[in-house]
């Protein structure tokens, strides 16, 4: 079994019964949030994901570069992945902010570089999310496979991947050829689906597996093809899932899982 | 003065109102849409305007070549871009229908390749445009100007060009290299702004030039710089622009316009 609940899915499902929910399931893993956890309370959190023995897969999200605060943020963002034992820090790049799009996309390659260090002191993947280009002004200049690909190259793989999230992806006619040069760089894949119409603020509409187009099992297929043997989390923002009961979502992205890459 | 405007800008116009507008502030043209057109009445649209003197620099759309009965409505769309002496159908190609991504996409290229011999005949060019991803699924699968190009290529430069809407290109970081190889293939060039949060459906959300983040000065000397001397249409989908009178929405087009591009 290689699903692991994300988090962000049962946004509102306290940690300690969504970790019992995943043992239960028989899942792999949990990817864990920061505003979910610090609600929770992080010590709190660290001692329940330490006692449960389930393995937490990754923490959303680092990045934001384009904020003031940034570096600190970022590096407390990495103890508290070594701290809840996650081994991958997500990255969402962050937006414009006052700069041009060329000049935010090098400052995100400059961010990462002062990083890594870090990172690499703490045993915490950085990994690069490429975030689809509707979110290109305010949430993320990273908007492609390649763009993060290229962000990852100039550091060592075991510091700093990317993100493969098939809803941000599967658009791109190049990703393909991409996920055969990615190589030992994925350090996270992420499942959920194309729905529309897209909602206001088009960040909660989200599908379960299966719910859209977007072609699951040749993802996995092709994160698989390149040695890619980790975690797929399902990571899915959706108000109408958000209302419901933790354990019927866990058992909907359990069934919308194995009906989608079974 | 090479702005033009087009007709979905100012969409409860009507179209005698807007010619006349557009040749009292001296604009290059008029880009019409056959759904406007069709509302005013086609054969007093096409007396109107040959009338007015006022050139017609694009009709839209052509495409959809998902649905059922797009060889004939394509073929229709070209005699009407003809009648009504535009020389340009832009071509919105159509989502996935049920097809997969690749499928789509290689179906995009047969149906123009089908209506190559009678856009010839007819003396129109068509233009097909990338829209922005978020599209994709269900609005248009060309995503990239990379992929509008390499469409284009096996037909003649008169038959087949490209739409360059800013709207949906300014997120792409090959889109300046590009515009370079672009040469006689721009049929078209159109102004709109990035403009967050996007509203539901994604679709009229769109700002004037300077209101959102899009470098349209950018834009403006990459098409010339391969040599297009064309109209500039600005074409906003805007709710809250549609409702107010046609002269306030002409005059902010003019300023924004000049603004943005002086």
Redesign the interface.
């Known amino acids: 079994m290689r699903l692991a609940l994300n988090q962000a899915t049962a946004k509102h499902w306290p940690l300690d019964e969504a970790i019992a929910g995943c043992l239960g399931a028989g899942l792999a893993g949990i990817g864990l949030w920061r505003d979910q956890v610090a609600d929770f309370g992080f010590d709190r959190a660290v001692r329940a994901v330490a006692a449960s023995g389930l393995p937490v897969t990754s923490l959303c999200r680092g990045g934001f570069f384009q904020e003031d605060g940034w570096y600190d943020d970022n590096r407390r963002a990495i103890d508290e992945a070594a701290a809840l034992g996650a081994p991958v820090l997500v990255l969402v790049s962050g937006g ?1 902010g006052a700069r ?2 060329d000049d935010a ?1 090098a400052h995100v390659g400059e961010a990462i570089g002062r990083l890594v260090p870090h990172a690499l002191e703490a045993g915490v993947r950085l990994a690069i999310e490429p975030l ?3 979110y ?3 949430r993320c200049v990273v ?2 496979l390649g ?1 993060a690909l290229d962000l990852a190259a100039p550091h060592p793989s075991a510091a700093v991947g990317v993100v493969i999230d098939t809803y941000h992806l ?4 190049r990703v393909w050829a991409q996920l055969e040069q990615a190589g030992d760089r994925i350090a996270c894949f992420q499942l959920a689906d ?1 729905v ?7 960040l909660l509409g989200r599908g379960l597996p299966g719910q ?2 977007v ?1 699951m099992r040749r993802f996995r297929d092709a994160v698989d093809a390149v040695g890619f043997s980790g975690p797929i989390e399902v990571e899915i923002f959706n108000e109408a899932l958000w209302r419901r009961p933790g354990p019927e979502i866990l058992a909907d992205v359990v069934a919308s899982y194995h009906a989608a890459l079974g």
């Open positions: 414009l041009t799009l996309r689809h280009p509707m290109c002004a305010d908007s492609t763009q599967w658009w791109d006619d194309w529309t119409p897209l909602p206001e603020g088009v859209g187009c072609p």
